[in-house]
C-alpha cells in the first residue's frame, strides 16, 4: 500500500502511527500502555487525541505560517481557535496530574508531548506559556525522560520566544521595458540624384506557402484534430511552410 510509517516482522505487516505504537508497547512489555486494561484504554485515548484532534488544528494553524502551507487568514484562525480550545482542555487536566494516565510515563503522553513539541516551536510563545504553567511543566518532565531525551540528541530545545507570522512572498518587479532608440534622420539628397535613384520596382518573390495550393487543398481537419490547443495549431501551420 505505499503507506508511511509502516511495520514489517516475518509475514505480519502494519500501518498507522498508533497501531505500530500500540504493538511494538504490548511487544516490549515496557509498561508504556499502563498497569491495567483500563489504564490501556485511556493511553489510546489521549494517544488517538493526540493524533487525531491537538495535532491536525496545530499544524493548520503554524504550518501556513511557515510557508509549509498556503495561507488563508480566515482558515488559519479557525484552526488557532481550535486549537487553543484542546490546549485549554488539556491545561486543565495537567492541573492535578504529572502524567495523563497514572504515576508514570505512557504512550499517550509520549504522543501529546511530541505533538506539543512543533507547537513550541513555531506558536506557543513565551506570552502562551506564561499562561500555560501546567502543560509547560508536564512537557518539559516527558521530553526529559532518557528516552525521549536520547531521541532529541540530548540537546535542550529552545522554545520560540514570538509566535511566527506570516510574512507575504515578495513580488517580483518586471523589469521596465527599453524605449526604442530613435532612428537616425537621413540626409536630404538633391533633387537630380532622386530622379536617377528612381527605377521600377522589382517583382516580389512568391512566399513558399502559395506553393501549397488552394486552401481547399490543405489537410485544415487534420491539423485540428492534431493539435491540442489553437497556439498549437498555428505552430503547425507555420512549420510546413
Not at 69 to 96: C, D, F, G, I, R
Not at 194 to 205: C, F, L, N, V
Not at 207 to 230: N, Q, V
Request: glycine fraction near 4%; aromatic fraction near 10%; charged fraction near 25%.
Amino acid at each position: 500500500m505505499q503507506q508511511v510509517p509502516a511495520l514489517e516482522k516475518g509475514d505480519y505487516k502494519l500501518t498507522e502511527a498508533l497501531a505500530i505504537a500500540s504493538y511494538l508497547a504490548q511487544e516490549n512489555k515496557s509498561g508504556l500502555l499502563g498497569a491495567s486494561k483500563e489504564d490501556a484504554a485511556d493511553v489510546l485515548r489521549w494517544a488517538s487525541w493526540a493524533n487525531a484532534d491537538l495535532l491536525p488544528s496545530l499544524a493548520a494553524w503554524f504550518r501556513p505560517l511557515t510557508g509549509a502551507a498556503p495561507y488563508q487568514k480566515p482558515a488559519v484562525e479557525a484552526a488557532k481557535a481550535k486549537a487553543v480550545k484542546h490546549l485549554e482542555y488539556l491545561e486543565k487536566t495537567l492541573a492535578s496530574r504529572t502524567f495523563l494516565v497514572g504515576e508514570r510515563v505512557t504512550l499517550g503522553d509520549v504522543f501529546v508531548a511530541s505533538v506539543l513539541f512543533r507547537g513550541f516551536e513555531n506558536v506557543l510563545d513565551a506570552e502562551w506559556r506564561k499562561a500555560n504553567p501546567n502543560t509547560v511543566r508536564y512537557w518539559q518532565t516527558v521530553i526529559h525522560q532518557q528516552p525521549f531525551f536520547e531521541v532529541l540528541g540530548k540537546v535542550e530545545p529552545t522554545p520560540v520566544e514570538t509566535a511566527v507570522v506570516y510574512t507575504p512572498p515578495k513580488k517580483e518587479a518586471k523589469p521596465k521595458a527599453e524605449a526604442p532608440a530613435a532612428a537616425p534622420k537621413k540626409e536630404a539628397k538633391p533633387a537630380a540624384a532622386e530622379e536617377e535613384e528612381e527605377a521600377p520596382a522589382a517583382p516580389k518573390a512568391k512566399h513558399p506557402c502559395e506553393a501549397l495550393g488552394k486552401p481547399s487543398s490543405f489537410p485544415l481537419d487534420d491539423f485540428k484534430r492534431c493539435a491540442p490547443s489553437p497556439a498549437l495549431f498555428f505552430v503547425c501551420l507555420w512549420a510546413t511552410c
